[in-house]
């Protein structure tokens, strides 16, 4: 089945952080399909931490949303994570946005992502990868789902990761994406 999953990073080497789960995810035969571009992003609901970055990526596998589930718990935990407090700073955060046309509400696993709609650091990459993804609750794709989104948190698309640029959030952004409607802080 075909995934659309959010990597976000706020400690650490973040950049390196989220390359290092999609290794993670490479070795346990998950097929990485299309990747974004790396985003800083401003905190949503708790703004009194650093900013985060954030990538979509596609991916194919033959797990369940319950094993991609565990999948991406263990490699968080491999990883280091260890608070699971929502809106707090994390190492690593994995999550399921969209898993095809499945729709699931459950206490543990809920897809498609409850949040991912008023999240504008999950709906910039994710518009980047697949624009004309459908969102199978709501029917409409992720371009419209972003010109919808009331979030005005900032998003910034960073450049290619590299070892000798590393630019400081957020003044050496390449690209920006801004919202002028009032904020939403989703959480
Ligand atoms: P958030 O990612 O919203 O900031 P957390 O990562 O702290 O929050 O939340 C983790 C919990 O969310 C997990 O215990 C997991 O069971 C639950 N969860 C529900 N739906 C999903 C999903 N689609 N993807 C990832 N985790 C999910
Ligand atoms: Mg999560």
Redesign the pocket.
Same mark, same amino acid.
């Given at each position: 089945m075909t995934y659309f999953l @959010?990597l976000?990073s706020n400690l650490g080497d973040k950049r390196r952080n989220l390359k290092r789960a999609i290794g993670h995810l490479k070795n346990a035969s998950v097929r990485i399909l299309r990747a974004s571009s790396l985003y800083q992003t401003q905190p949503v609901g708790n703004a009194d931490q650093p900013w985060f970055v954030n990538q979509a990526v596609e991916v194919e596998t033959d797990r369940t =949303?319950w094993a991609l $589930?565990a999948l $991406?718990?263990s490699i968080?935990k491999k990883m280091g994570r260890t608070k699971? *407090?929502?809106?707090?700073p994390?190492l690593i &955060? $994995? &999550? *399921? $946005?969209l898993a095809a046309d499945t729709i699931m509400d459950t =206490? &543990?696993?809920?897809? =498609?992502? =409850?949040?991912m709609t008023a999240r504008n650091f999950v709906l910039v990459p994710l518009y980047e990868i697949a624009p004309d993804v459908l969102h199978p609750v709501l029917g409409k794709p992720a371009a419209a789902l972003l010109a919808e989104s009331c979030d005005r948190s900032g998003v910034h698309k960073i450049g290619r990761w590299s070892s000798r640029s590393r630019p400081s959030e957020p003044r050496q952004e390449i690209g920006s994406f801004s919202k002028t409607h009032s904020r939403n802080g989703g @959480?």
């Open positions: @959010s976000g =949303p $589930l $991406l718990q968080e699971t *407090i929502r809106n707090s994390r &955060d $994995l &999550d *399921i $946005l =206490p &543990d696993l809920v897809i =498609p992502h =409850p949040r @959480s």
